[in-house]
């Protein structure tokens, strides 16, 4: 089920986790200096588990100042009129709102029972806080005299077996039980005293309150419950020696405490602040040897200022600066699909149509765009396609990385007609369409792998803007009911999947898709910035593309100035809610050899 959490989720708790290790390892360097610092320490770390760094990320991206990645526009003329669809049968089942009975089982047990153990812990505290409250509501305020130092706080007895303790937030009271000032000393009564006024000085009740949540929210790390062990322990160790250093006498104090211990029982909850808590013993002995911790050195103030201004500061200039993506072989290869092992043709097996028709595509035919599919009973048929087209849908790689060839297959436009016997496969037909471009065009080709620049597609600063398609916006594929008739202006039909990037309104393209999923959206970008595409935005689903590109260099205005309309990246940020940032990777290419025009049929 560890699948089904967000990969948000998972990185915060092990940011979390992480943060607190560093933090152990800290009190572990400062376990001779004084309590209070390892003990705000330790709130730092359980403070950490409710500000996620990615919220500091997003804090930083607020000022950011990143330049738009550089991009030059290629000497080769290239057409991006070709369908950049990849076969819409596959990216519809990868894709499909139709889940898996374990993967939607999974969907509401992981959240079941985390607010089953939300409800539990807070159940847990209602229980521990009743007495509590039942002891607040039944107390009336006392004047313990002057000879106590009871200024500024207020003091309420009441006829519970609590110890001592500070209760509230907000207006601390110090609640003591009925006859516990007649069984002390003035001396060990005032040493109580200036502990819970500690407490109340540190606000370590607000602390312990934001832990609380933090249990809450985590309680099904084991850290959380680990980390409020040590703060009790730093922050009652803390107070200790705050009353050793206001000049009470050890010996009284230690006594004053051993007497609470007889006369009462330990507060019930943790933002209730008491004189009993961490480990008894270790504190009475540490209160006999009147053991003091070392104030912090220069050298230590600044490591340590150092280390919080770098946890904070890091994520938030992370944001601020431009990056550079330094992309695995793995996800290149993924974004330009370059399997062509998976698509070659059995040993000793050659695929090949029997009826094929090519000719220049009629100078007379105004329909915009261009067609390319395989249709029911073997035929592939295409209209006003580039032989680029052909090579890359032989292929299964996406334009940008066909190099070498003649200027001509990328502008001369051919119309072609093929058919096949029987109901061959998509994948085998294309298989066919690579025999049928070695024996028409004298095609050849070879692989080699060339670094080259790349682009990283992530989710911009506000959400994804993107439009989710809908049931009606498109046709599925394999559905036989007719399609909707296009709107006008749409360069595309209606079935879902069509997705084209064609120029409209020249210098601009115009950018239609509809029931297209991210890895189509990638490719279609790879396709208009001529390089590979990585796509980490983490989203699912299929979506509604309409938008219109500038062009890839800025325009000149009329003066010979740069022109002052937004960049493609402003357009892709601001309208789909997508960044592009800059990466290089190794990029597997296809080079043409050979490329001759076809004869005639």
């Excluded at 959380?224 to 009790?232: D, P, S, Y």
């Excluded at 035919?365 to 395989?374: H, K, M, V």
């Excluded at 029911?376 to 087209?389: K, Y």
């Excluded at 595309?492 to 999947?497: D, H, L, P």
Aim: aromatic residues 8%; charged residues 20%; hydrophobic residues 45%.
């Amino acid at each position: 089920m560890t699948e089904s959490l967000s990969p948000a989720l998972v990185a915060h708790l092990w940011q979390s986790t992480l943060a607190a290790g560093i933090v152990w390892m800290v009190t572990l360097a400062l376990r001779r200096n004084r309590p209070r610092v390892r003990y705000w320490l330790w709130a730092a770390a359980s403070l950490k588990f409710l500000v996620p760094f990615s919220w500091l990320v997003a804090l930083g991206s607020r000022f950011e100042w990143r330049a738009a990645p550089a991009i030059a526009r290629p000497v080769t003329t290239f057409v991006l009129e070709e369908v950049l669809a990849s076969p819409m049968p596959a990216a519809a089942a990868s894709t499909s709102p139709l889940f898996t009975a374990q993967s939607s089982a999974s969907l509401w047990v992981l959240p079941s029972v985390w607010i089953a153990g939300f409800l539990v812990v807070l159940f847990w505290w209602w229980r521990q806080w009743r007495p509590v409250g039942s002891a607040l509501r039944r107390a009336r305020p006392v004047d313990l005299g002057p000879a106590y130092d009871v200024a500024n706080l207020t003091v309420m007895s009441s006829p519970s077996t609590l110890e001592p303790g500070v209760v509230g937030v907000w207006r601390p009271v110090l609640l003591l039980p009925d006859g516990l000032a007649d069984r002390l000393t003035p001396a060990q009564l005032n040493a109580l005293i200036a502990h819970e006024r500690c407490h109340v000085r540190c606000h370590d009740n607000l602390a312990a309150a934001a832990h609380m949540l933090v249990e809450a929210l985590f309680w099904f790390h084991p850290l959380v419950w680990w980390i409020e062990r040590r703060m009790i322990d730093e922050r009652e160790r803390a107070c200790d020696e705050a009353v050793l250093r206001a000049g009470n006498d050890p010996d009284e104090y230690a006594a004053g405490i051993l007497t609470v211990c007889r006369f009462t029982l330990k507060a019930p909850i943790a933002c209730v602040t008491g004189v009993t808590g961490s480990d008894l013993r270790a504190r009475l002995e540490s209160i006999a040897r009147s053991d003091l911790g070392a104030p912090l050195t220069f050298v230590r103030r600044v490591a340590i200022a150092v280390l919080g201004c770098a946890t904070i500061g890091v994520p938030i200039v992370s944001a601020l600066t431009p990056r550079f993506h330094v992309l695995a072989a793995e996800e290149i290869r993924a974004a330009t699909r370059g399997r062509f092992a998976q698509n070659a043709a059995p040993a000793g097996q050659r695929l090949a149509f029997e009826v094929v028709s090519i000719k220049r595509t009629d100078p007379n035919d105004t329909r915009p765009g261009a067609d390319f599919g395989a249709q029911p009973g073997g035929r592939l048929v295409a209209r006003n396609n580039a032989v680029a087209n052909f090579i890359t849908n032989a292929y299964g790689v996406p334009n940008y990385i066909v190099t070498g060839g003649p200027a001509w297959m990328r502008t001369d436009r051919y119309d072609m007609e093929a058919r096949a016997s029987g109901e061959p496969s998509r994948a085998e037909m294309m298989l066919m369409l690579r025999t049928l471009l070695a024996e028409r065009f004298q095609f050849r080709m070879h692989m080699e792998t060339r670094e080259m620049p790349a682009y990283v597609l992530t989710v911009a600063r506000g959400g994804a803007r993107l439009q989710p398609a809908t049931d009606r916006s498109c046709v599925p594929p394999d559905s036989t009911q007719p399609i909707p008739a296009a709107a006008p202006g749409d360069i595309v039909s209606r079935r879902c999947g069509n997705n084209r990037l064609t120029t409209v309104t020249p210098p601009n393209m115009q950018w239609m898709g509809v029931g297209i999923g991210m890895r189509q959206i990638a490719d279609t970008l790879a396709g208009y910035f001529r390089r590979p595409v990585v796509d980490r935005t983490g989203l699912a689903g299929l979506f509604d593309v309409q938008i219109e590109l500038p062009p890839l260099q800025p325009a000149t205005s009329p003066d010979g100035g740069p022109d002052s309309g937004a960049s493609v990246f402003t357009v892709l940020q601001e309208q789909l809610g997508l960044r592009v940032e800059d990466g290089r990777g190794p990029v597997e290419v296809l080079v043409v050899d050979r490329l001759e025009r076809p004869a005639g049929n």
